[in-house]
T-cell receptor, first 111, second 115 residues
Framework: SQQGEEDPQALSIQEGENATMNCSYK?????LQWYRQNSGRGLVHLIL?????REKHSGRLRVTLDTSKKSSSLLITASRAADTASYFC???????????FGKGNQVVVIP | DGGITQSPKYLFRKEGQNVTLSCEQN?????MYWYRQDPGQGLRLIYY???????QKGDIAEGYSVSREKKESFPLTVTSAQKNPTAFYLC??????????????FGSGTQLSVL
């Protein structure tokens, strides 16, 4: 069943600006992951944050996790036109190997 | 290069026809998954398999069937019982499920449409 819910659903920004997306979930999790999907392609794993971590960085990506609020955010700094894609959060609930995906955030970076 | 190969890229189904989507991986991953994606929606799990000769239903298994006779292969059959099959189908794999590092590797997808 779907658990992650991203907000906002669509985002349009100028190149060089930062893009922030949020994700909320309902149950206790083992870890939370963010994926990227270019139009008509498969998803690509971006970053995984475990339930005992609060913040993680990977290049221009910064992910935060607040387990008390059951929410996560993905920040893309200094966005580029090539960052145009849909971004999905996915959670791995405790005692379960099945990832539950949100509906995704469509991000358009205008050159 | 290691990866997941899905074929065909595009597939058309006639009324009452069964069609099979192929998924092959050379990553030596234990677990394989099939997801369905509708426009503007997230991914919904159809079936998954954690070991050879074993598989479990996901959230929307009705009208679909799978097999896992080899570790590398996890074909999905969309049967005539699936009344709304038009969607983008994604196959994925995980190296070792249940170890707290469940990163999915995805194929490039198959777009299935009804004629």
């Amino acid at each position: 069943s779907q658990q992650g819910e991203e907000d906002p659903q669509a985002l349009s920004i100028q190149e060089g600006e930062n893009a922030t997306m949020n994700c909320s979930y309902k149950t206790s999790i083992n870890n939370l992951q963010w994926y990227r999907q270019n139009s008509g392609r498969g998803l690509v794993h971006l970053i995984l944050i475990r339930s005992n971590e609060r913040e993680k960085h990977s290049g221009r990506l910064r992910v935060t996790l607040d387990t008390s609020k059951k929410s996560s955010s993905l920040l893309i700094t200094a966005s580029r036109a090539a960052d145009t894609a849909s971004y999905f959060c996915a959670t791995v609930p405790y005692g379960n190997n099945r990832l539950a995906f949100g509906k995704g955030n469509q991000v358009v970076v205008i050159p | 290069d290691g990866g997941i190969t899905q074929s065909p890229k595009y597939l058309f189904r006639k009324e009452g026809q069964n069609v099979t989507l192929s998924c092959e991986q050379n990553l030596n991953h234990d677990a394989m998954y099939w997801y369905r994606q509708d426009p503007g929606q997230g991914l919904r799990l159809i079936y998954y398999s954690q070991i050879v000769n074993d598989f479990q239903k996901g959230d929307i298994a009705e009208g679909y069937s799978v097999s896992r006779e080899k570790k590398e292969s996890f074909p999905l059959t969309v049967t005539s019982a699936q009344k709304n099959p038009t969607a983008f189908y994604l196959c994925a794999s995980i190296a070792h499920p249940g170890q707290g590092n469940e990163k999915l590797f995805f194929g490039s997808g198959t777009q299935l449409s009804v004629l």
